[in-house]
Protein backbone atom coordinates (compact mmCIF):
# COMPACT_ATOMS: atom_id res chain seq x y z
CA UNK A 1 0.00 0.00 0.00
CA UNK A 2 1.37 3.69 -0.92
CA UNK A 3 2.12 5.65 1.86
CA UNK A 4 4.43 8.44 2.86
CA UNK A 5 5.58 8.99 6.83
CA UNK A 6 6.94 11.95 7.93
CA UNK A 7 9.10 12.58 11.25
CA UNK A 8 11.65 15.09 12.83
CA UNK A 9 9.52 17.71 13.98
CA UNK A 10 9.56 19.69 17.38
CA UNK A 11 10.58 23.01 19.26
CA UNK A 12 13.33 24.80 18.40
CA UNK A 13 13.92 28.60 18.84
CA UNK A 14 13.73 31.52 16.17
CA UNK A 15 16.63 30.88 13.87
CA UNK A 16 17.28 27.76 14.80
CA UNK A 17 17.49 24.71 12.49
CA UNK A 18 14.84 21.63 11.76
CA UNK A 19 15.44 18.51 9.48
CA UNK A 20 12.03 16.73 8.67
CA UNK A 21 12.03 13.10 6.88
CA UNK A 22 9.41 11.86 4.64
CA UNK A 23 9.88 7.83 4.28
CA UNK A 24 7.78 7.04 1.41
CA UNK A 25 6.88 3.55 -0.03
CA UNK A 26 9.09 4.41 -3.31
CA UNK A 27 10.44 7.79 -4.48
CA UNK A 28 10.91 7.12 -8.09
CA UNK A 29 9.06 3.50 -8.54
CA UNK A 30 5.48 4.61 -6.56
CA UNK A 31 5.58 8.75 -6.56
CA UNK A 32 7.23 10.58 -9.35
CA UNK A 33 7.07 13.74 -6.83
CA UNK A 34 7.10 14.50 -3.12
CA UNK A 35 6.12 17.71 -1.88
CA UNK A 36 5.91 19.56 1.60
CA UNK A 37 2.92 21.41 2.98
CA UNK A 38 1.90 22.72 6.27
CA UNK A 39 -1.02 24.03 7.61
CA UNK A 40 -0.94 26.31 11.14
CA UNK A 41 -3.88 27.18 13.28
CA UNK A 42 -6.99 28.67 11.16
CA UNK A 43 -5.15 28.70 8.45
CA UNK A 44 -5.59 26.60 4.69
CA UNK A 45 -2.76 23.95 3.95
CA UNK A 46 -0.08 25.23 1.92
CA UNK A 47 2.62 24.41 -0.65
CA UNK A 48 6.18 25.28 0.22
CA UNK A 49 8.50 22.82 -1.38
CA UNK A 50 8.47 19.94 -4.06
CA UNK A 51 10.81 17.48 -5.84
CA UNK A 52 10.58 15.16 -8.50
CA UNK A 53 12.40 11.54 -8.12
CA UNK A 54 14.91 12.36 -11.17
CA UNK A 55 16.31 15.87 -9.09
CA UNK A 56 15.99 17.67 -11.50
CA UNK A 57 12.86 19.63 -10.79
CA UNK A 58 12.58 21.46 -7.41
CA UNK A 59 10.07 24.22 -6.22
CA UNK A 60 9.67 26.75 -3.19
CA UNK A 61 7.09 28.56 -2.17
CA UNK A 62 8.14 32.12 -1.67
CA UNK A 63 8.06 32.35 2.35
CA UNK A 64 10.64 29.62 2.73
CA UNK A 65 12.73 30.16 -0.36
CA UNK A 66 15.95 30.70 0.58
CA UNK A 67 15.51 29.05 4.35
CA UNK A 68 14.61 25.94 2.90
CA UNK A 69 15.94 23.30 0.98
CA UNK A 70 14.32 19.77 -0.29
CA UNK A 71 16.32 16.54 -1.05
CA UNK A 72 15.56 13.02 -1.68
CA UNK A 73 17.21 9.93 -1.67
CA UNK A 74 16.05 7.53 -4.46
CA UNK A 75 18.02 4.15 -2.38
CA UNK A 76 16.10 5.05 1.14
CA UNK A 77 13.18 6.16 -1.00
CA UNK A 78 13.25 9.31 1.50
CA UNK A 79 12.61 13.32 0.89
CA UNK A 80 14.03 15.64 2.97
CA UNK A 81 13.27 19.32 4.10
CA UNK A 82 15.93 20.89 5.78
CA UNK A 83 14.83 24.15 7.04
CA UNK A 84 16.61 27.18 8.48
CA UNK A 85 16.66 30.39 9.78
CA UNK A 86 13.23 29.38 11.14
CA UNK A 87 10.43 31.96 12.09
CA UNK A 88 7.99 32.24 14.50
CA UNK A 89 5.20 32.14 11.75
CA UNK A 90 6.90 28.84 10.75
CA UNK A 91 5.23 27.33 13.29
CA UNK A 92 2.35 25.04 11.94
CA UNK A 93 1.77 21.03 11.23
CA UNK A 94 4.12 19.97 8.57
CA UNK A 95 3.02 17.17 5.91
CA UNK A 96 4.33 15.65 2.76
CA UNK A 97 2.50 13.77 0.22
CA UNK A 98 3.18 11.87 -2.98
CA UNK A 99 1.98 13.05 -6.29
CA UNK A 100 -1.02 11.71 -8.20
CA UNK A 101 -0.38 12.24 -11.80
CA UNK A 102 3.03 10.99 -12.30
CA UNK A 103 5.10 12.36 -15.40
CA UNK A 104 2.71 14.49 -16.18
CA UNK A 105 3.23 16.54 -13.06
CA UNK A 106 6.06 19.47 -12.77
CA UNK A 107 7.77 20.34 -10.07
CA UNK A 108 7.93 24.21 -10.10
CA UNK A 109 7.59 26.69 -7.70
CA UNK A 110 4.88 26.03 -4.62
CA UNK A 111 2.82 23.00 -5.11
CA UNK A 112 -0.75 22.46 -5.34
CA UNK A 113 -1.94 20.23 -2.55
CA UNK A 114 -4.93 18.82 -5.10
CA UNK A 115 -2.07 17.08 -7.24
CA UNK A 116 -1.25 15.04 -4.18
CA UNK A 117 -2.97 12.29 -3.35
CA UNK A 118 -1.16 9.81 -0.57
CA UNK A 119 -0.61 11.72 2.80
CA UNK A 120 1.09 11.27 5.81
CA UNK A 121 0.15 12.29 9.13
CA UNK A 122 2.07 15.63 10.08
CA UNK A 123 4.79 16.26 12.05
CA UNK A 124 4.19 19.54 14.73
CA UNK A 125 6.83 22.46 14.28
CA UNK A 126 7.02 25.22 17.00
CA UNK A 127 9.37 27.32 16.10
CA UNK A 128 9.27 29.75 20.03
CA UNK A 129 11.54 31.44 22.13
Known amino acids: QAQVVESGGGLVQPGGSLRLSCATSGFGSVYYAVGWFRQAPGKEREGIAC????????GYADSVKGRFTVSGDNVKNTVYLQMNSLKPEDTAVYYC??????????????????????WGQGTQVTVSS
Open 97 to 118: AGDKLGLQYTCSGRPDPNDFGD
Open 51 to 58: ISSRGSEL
